[in-house]
């Protein structure tokens, strides 16, 4: 709070000298005095070298941003599609920065070294094709390019090859939480109906259809390593959105209409917790943890939401664990289907 009022004083200041500067001018025009300052080579030199140390302290908060954040970026992806979505984002962000390190040093660079000086004309320069051309081909075939690589990429990941029957998954998003329904053997959802919520059918599943009875509902997701898994979203209010950022993973979650994506988990909670980048984030976050006297945290994947929907937005949160196909089984086996449940 107290961050934005300083910022609304900051803002109201430029605004009224701003204006006191245009009333400076009105009145003296209407007075006939002369308002025109006169540029000396000193102050061309002063803005010249504002210029250069400008370009200084950019670069040098761009080195700063890249040291102090890199680490508290993602790990490693943990699924299959998730190394592509990766690739296209270094590449992206390679060619991004390639243009900043060198268009700002012309910049401003140039700024600096032809500032204006007594001795000096500009060239008056009305229009030249062979620069036009230039300056706009290369950003068009470049940008081209890159959106050519991402509507391949996005194909890929929303048309994944079918080798094998992907395990289908539902993910229920309501105010404020998740809840899976796992298909069963059957791997066939039971057809679900907001209309048909009632007591303990939270999740309004039709009791009438056969394929419902083995289907199995739990509020921790449960995933085996290696196998692909296709994830059908409905929303009981709200817009929701699925995100999973270590399996590099985001859908929206629509009331009234069904959404899916098919994924392939490729490393395992406890391969993850062994990742040295985890371990070193782990011991940073318990660091600060053991500072505020809270328990230590452990690394787990989740599912969260990405949509603002509401006050505990924030805390919209599943566990979702990664594990060998057995331990999975084993964890199934312990599951109660839909039927046991009414
Ligand atoms: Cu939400």
Redo the contacts with the bound molecule.
Sequence with gaps: METLLVIVVVVLAIAALTQAVRIFEISSQIKGTDTDVKVDDRDNNTQGWLMFLFLIFFFGAFAWMIIEYMEVTLPISASEHGVAIDSLWDISMAVIILAFLVTQPLLFGFAFMFRGRKSRKATYMEHNNKLELFWTGIPAVILAGLILYGLTTWSNVMNPEQDEEPMIVELY?K??GWQARYAGSDNQLGYANVRLIEGANILGVDQGDAASANDVITSELHLPAGKPVKFVFR?QD????AYMPHFRMQMN?VPGTQTQFQITPTVTTAEMRSNPEVIEKVKRVNALRAERGEDPWEFDYVLL??????SA?YN?QMKIVVESEEDFENWMKDQQTFAEMM
Excluded: L, P
Excluded at 305 to 310: D, L, P, Q
């Design positions: 998003a105010q404020f929303s709200v817009i929701h959105s979650c939401c990405n949509k603002i929907c509401g937005h919209m």
